[in-house]
């Protein structure tokens, strides 16, 4: 078997990208459950111990192979991978006195080979409740953080290293100098992988999956199904693919002709149009729980995907259906064993589940992020107006137009709000808001409040604010700013009954139109990963809230909210503010984790 670093998965949201960073490198790795056999493991060079969103010390705790830890390679546990060694080494963890979510200032205690080429201090990257408490014997404290004793620690002569926070991450900001450090001067790995291989591997596994039959392929016409369309095209050949755009009502001004157009001009003259928005919208009549809104819309998908094979008298054993499913949309989907799942992806209802129990299910970007992703796209030549796009959610705008039964309650507000008026001080004002949104907190899902911050602060000042208030008050996963009118009653402000309408969706379709236009013309688009405008039923004098949220990062694992320019939010602000059913505009400062980009 060829050398390797064997990464065991303990759930994390992450454990994918440990193996993307460490390919990053030019080393193979892969990811292996845990109680994996150690005869599976021949070849490797290191090991790896993933994070994941259980507690070591209670019964929830994943059983483990405990040979692995009697290998004579090196290890590196990682979060819930660091609390696993310490307890499996004589140490002790508990729950933290601060739980810690977002970037962290990492100060090097000792001199270690792990931390080579590091500066004293780090920006780090933090995702836990739990913290080592003891050490085990034999290891020492590396690093620590403000809020963390043992953030890193290390048995130098056993090559066992732990670090609760994740290097894996782009927001550490030289995570991948400390991965390097592991898989190259730790386990003295050779950089023999490389992205043709994979190509190779891949060309391999379409062939023998698809097999003789053909591929019914759902185009968005975003960055992920333009490029899985060109991938089964380029493998297969044109005639084997057949490429379905379904308007679900639920696209952006316009959006259906220009994904059609776009994919015309890059040579996809073989796609096939229908618009079923009608359909789509009475299936969601009366819906208001973000997971049952996704789980229907994946079906319906389907259901208009058999019912177009049977007009064009496609035989279903002939085929196989496609998607441009990437790693991102199944990890937060629970895609792994003991992964939490954070939100259902479209492309990740039990109908698409059961489809690929049996087989009938190819998806050729599945084991990719965006970037990587893009990345392909390039090497198959596909224009930039495609691969350059930003990411738009399968669901489209019925994921960002929240819908209320307008009976929403914050639980112990009175408490919650003490706490808010402790953190933000006496020039600034906070409230909790009676709606919620899905978060991602130490490797759990959350659907909690987002706290509302009024007063003049500049993004620094907000940044700290929400890493703070995320982080002490458990009743909040996500912060925002009112950023239109700059004061207002914050007794005021109700939610109200609200749900999946024409009116609805035109209203936020103008407002994203705004943005779009906005961020183009000042030459911000490349620098926004994400863009998502959302419309809520938060009211003062009828009307609507619009929020933004821009966000920057690479593979959408993790984000840092994007600080616009004054005189560009002021423009967008301006021109939203003058639509018809408009009363605020928020600005979303929450980080990923704890905030997910979208707010379903």
């Known amino acids: ?8 998965d303990f759930g994390s949201q992450y454990t994918h990208l440990i ?3 460490i390919r990053q490198l030019g080393i193979l790795a892969k990811i292996y459950p845990p109680l994996v056999s150690i005869k599976e493991l021949k070849g490797i060079k290191g090991l790896i111990l993933s994070g994941g969103p259980q507690s070591v010390f209670d019964s929830t705790a994943i059983k483990y192979n405990r040979q692995l830890l009697d290998l004579s390679v090196p290890v590196l ?34 001199q270690s080979k792990l931390f080579f080429d590091l500066s004293k201090s780090e920006s780090v990257w933090m995702s836990h409740g739990d913290s080592v408490a003891v050490l085990p014997s034999g290891f020492s404290v590396i690093g620590k953080t403000a809020d963390c004793s043992v953030a890193a620690m290390a048995n130098e002569p056993r090559k066992i290293y732990g670090l609760q926070f994740h290097p894996e991450v782009t927001h550490t900001k030289n995570g991948l100098v400390i991965l390097k450090n592991f898989v190259l001067a730790i386990c003295h790995c050779r950089q023999n992988w490389s992205m043709a291989k994979y190509w ?25 199904s333009s490029v899985a369309f060109a991938v089964l095209e380029k493998i297969l050949g044109r005639r084997r693919v057949f490429g379905l755009h379904i308007d679900n009502g639920f696209m952006r001004l316009n959006e259906s002709k220009q994904v059609n ?6 040579g996809f003259s073989d796609l096939v149009v229908v618009d079923s928005s009608e359909r789509f919208l009475t299936a969601q009549a009366g819906v208001v ?15 208009v995907k058999d019912d177009i094979m049977k007009e064009q008298k496609l035989n279903p054993r002939n085929w196989v259906l496609g998607q441009g499913t990437i ?21 990740r209802v039990k109908e698409v589940l059961a489809l690929m129990r049996l087989g009938r299910l190819v998806e050729p970007l599945v084991e990719l992020y965006k970037d990587e992703v893009r990345e392909l796209g390039r090497l198959l030549k596909l224009p930039a107006s495609l691969i350059d796009r930003q990411p738009f959610p399968g669901p489209g705008l019925a994921i960002r137009t929240l819908c209320s039964l307008g009976q929403e309650k914050v639980a112990h507000s009175a408490q919650v709000g003490r706490q808010l008026k402790k953190i933000v001080g006496p020039k600034l004002q906070a409230e909790v808001l009676p709606l919620r949104s899905v978060g991602v907190q130490g490797d759990n899902r959350t659907y909690r409040h987002p706290a509302l911050i009024m007063g003049s602060a500049n993004w620094s000042q907000l940044h700290d604010l929400s890493v703070r208030i995320t982080n002490e008050v458990k009743a ?24 999946l309408t024409h009116d609805r969706l035109d209203l936020l379709r103008r407002a994203d139109a705004i943005v779009s236009q906005e961020v183009k013309s000042a030459k911000l688009y490349s620098r926004i990963w994400q863009f998502p405008v959302i419309l809520a039923p938060l009211t003062l004098t009828g009307a609507e809230t619009i929020i933004l949220r821009p966000v920057e990062s690479l593979e959408a694992m993790t984000v840092n909210f994007f600080p616009m320019p004054k005189v560009v939010l002021d423009s967008i602000i301006k021109k939203i503010s003058r639509l018809a059913g408009v009363d605020l505009v928020l600005y979303d400062v929450t980080n990923k984790p704890p905030g997910t980009i979208e707010w379903e």
């Open 1 to 8: 078997m060829k050398e390797q670093i064997a990464i065991i």
């Open 19 to 21: 193996a993307r960073r």
């Open 77 to 110: 546990g990682l979060c819930y991978g660091h609390q696993l060694l310490a307890q499996h080494f004589g140490g002790r963890v508990k729950p933290g006195k601060t739980k810690e979510y977002g970037s962290a200032c990492l100060k090097k205690v000792s």
């Open 200 to 224: 190779q591997q891949l060309v391999s596994q379409i062939k023998k999956q698809v097999g003789r039959r053909r591929v019914f392929l759902l185009v968005s016409g975003g960055v992920d």
């Open 261 to 266: 157009r776009d994919l015309v001009r890059a």
């Open 289 to 303: 729980n973000p997971e049952t809104k996704r789980e229907i819309i994946g079906r319906t998908f389907l259901q």
């Open 327 to 347: 790693y991102p949309d199944t990890i937060e989907t629970g895609g792994t064993k003991y992964a939490d799942k954070i939100k259902t992806h479209h492309n």
């Open 476 to 499: 909040v996963n996500r912060v925002v700013h009112l950023v239109s009118p700059s004061k207002i009653d914050l007794k005021k402000l109700k939610i109200k009954p609200a749900y």
